[in-house]
């Protein structure tokens, strides 16, 4: 399992969300550093960061961990969740699964929304620095970062892939014309894509916990058995639209 970290967090911290779910399912996680072109808990999909991604599975084995090739995942939370995103869309061949949750898909969206944030101005010029200028001034870079920019590639590659996403999120306020639309076009270019399309009402990532939705999203891949995955007190708002 590889597993990008979400921003401003490190590899640590996003190792914390797996608890004990990679003993109970007999599966690796590696939680790569990941780092941008110029920042460092600021990737935001990086071209080379989502590559170092990509080599994660040949990291593991010269570090003499058995990686079946065939059963390599990948998931993630918020920038993670994107870098997720990416991954599966720029190196289809790699992946058995994904899941992302609550993604940024559009990082000119993202720019112009950092600004209703606390910290957004910041925000704004970390992502300045980090992609190279604003949205209007290099568009093809912030393209080139944005999942929503590879929905033929995503959905070509017939990867079972799980897209969680909430009405509720104050990071990310406009999931529903984000990771919303992103499930929605996928399914129109390729109604039988094996695509899950989950939405509730969580707060941003607060669904990627070994209490909450990890575990089914684990369950679905056939990573831990479905005896193992702890009861919800609840249900997503909306069925998941199917997949084949």
């Known amino acids: 399992m590889i597993s990008p970290h979400g921003r401003g967090v490190d590899e ?11 003993g ?8 790569p550093a990941g780092e941008g072109r110029r920042l460092g808990w600021y990737s935001w999909g990086a071209p080379g960061q989502i590559d170092d991604l990509a080599r994660m599975p040949a990291i593991a084995e010269a570090h003499g961990v058995n990686v079946d090739r065939r059963r390599i995942y990948a998931i993630g939370g918020s920038m993670g969740g994107q870098e997720t995103l990416l991954l599966l869309a720029r190196h289809p061949h790699l992946l058995a699964g994904a899941a992302a949750f609550d993604p940024p ?5 993202r720019y112009a929304d950092f600004g209703a944030l606390r910290d957004g101005a910041a925000l704004q010029a970390l992502a300045r620095d980090e992609i190279g200028g604003t949205p209007d001034q290099v568009p093809q870079a912030y393209a080139r970062r944005s999942p929503d920019h590879y929905i033929r590639q995503i959905a070509d590659s017939g990867v079972p892939l799980q897209l969680f996403w909430s009405d509720e999120d104050r990071v990310i306020v406009d999931q529903r014309q984000e990771t919303g639309r992103l ?27 070994p209490t909450r939705r990890l575990p089914r999203a684990l369950a679905r891949f056939d990573l831990l058995p479905w005896r193992d995955v702890p009861p919800l007190d609840d249900v997503p708002t909306r069925e998941p639209r199917l997949r084949a």
């Open 183 to 209: 499930a929605t076009e996928l399914l129109a270019d390729h109604p039988d894509a094996p695509v899950w399309d989950f939405s509730g009402d969580w707060e941003h990532t607060a669904e990627m916990r």
């Open 12 to 22: 640590r911290m996003n190792a914390r969300l797996w608890g004990d779910l990679p």
């Open 105 to 109: 898909t559009d990082m000119a969206r």
């Open 24 to 31: 109970e399912g007999g599966f690796a996680v590696i939680n």
